[in-house]
C-alpha cells in the first residue's frame, strides 16, 4: 500500500500555519533601532557601519544579538537599509525566538532571513530547519530545509494546547 504523503503534507502544512499564525503580531519596521556593541567602526563614504564585540540591536519589540553586526545605510541620508549579522544570531519577537548561525534585516521590506543551523521557537513549539525568513510586517514565519543532518528536511515539534497546560482538559 502507498503511503498518502500528499494529504499528510496538506494536514502538516495546515498545522504549521495554525500553530504559528495563533498570536502573531506584525512589527513596525519605522521604529528607531537602538544599537550597542563593544566596538563600533564607519566607513561614511561606502555607507557602512561595522558592530562588533555582543552586538545587540532593539527595534521595538524586536531584538536581535550577534558576534558582529553590518549596517548599511544611504551615505548622507540617516536610513537604515539592511542589518547583516554573523556568529551567534539570536532574533525575539513578543511572539517567538529564532536563532541561526547568520542572518540578515531587510529594515526596508521587513523581511528577517536567518541561515545555518535555524532554530524557531514559539512557546513550546520548535521548527528547525536550515533557513528561516520572518516577514515583520505579516507575520509570516518559514522555514525551509537544507542538506545536512536531517536529510534536507524541516523538523517541527507542536504541542497541542492541552498538553502546554500540563494535560487539562483530557
Keep these: 500500500m502507498k503511503p498518502r504523503t500528499g494529504r499528510w503534507c496538506a494536514a502538516a502544512i495546515m498545522v504549521l500555519q495554525i500553530a504559528w499564525a495563533q498570536g502573531v503580531t ?51 541620508a540617516d536610513a537604515i537599509r539592511a542589518i547583516e549579522a554573523a556568529g551567534n544570531v539570536f532574533v525575539s519577537t513578543a511572539a517567538e525566538t529564532a536563532q541561526g548561525d547568520a542572518g540578515t534585516y531587510d529594515v526596508e521590506h ?20 536550515n533557513r528561516l525568513v520572518l516577514n515583520l510586517a505579516t507575520g509570516l514565519s518559514r522555514v525551509e530545509a537544507g542538506e545536512g543532518g536531517d536529510g534536507g528536511r524541516v523538523r517541527g515539534l507542536f504541542v497541542p ?10
Design 161 to 170: 494546547n492541552d498538553a502546554a497546560a500540563g494535560g487539562a482538559g483530557r
Design 110 to 129: 521587513g523581511i528577517i532571513t536567518l541561515t545555518g543551523a535555524v532554530v524557531l521557537t514559539r512557546g513550546e513549539n520548535v521548527v528547525r530547519g
Design 26 to 76: 506584525a512589527q513596525d519596521a519605522g521604529l528607531p533601532i537602538e544599537i550597542t556593541a563593544e566596538a563600533f567602526e564607519v566607513q561614511q563614504d561606502n555607507g557602512i557601519a561595522r558592530f562588533t564585540g555582543n552586538v545587540r540591536a532593539v527595534q521595538g519589540d524586536l531584538i536581535l544579538s550577534a558576534d558582529s553586526v553590518v549596517v548599511t545605510y544611504a551615505p548622507g
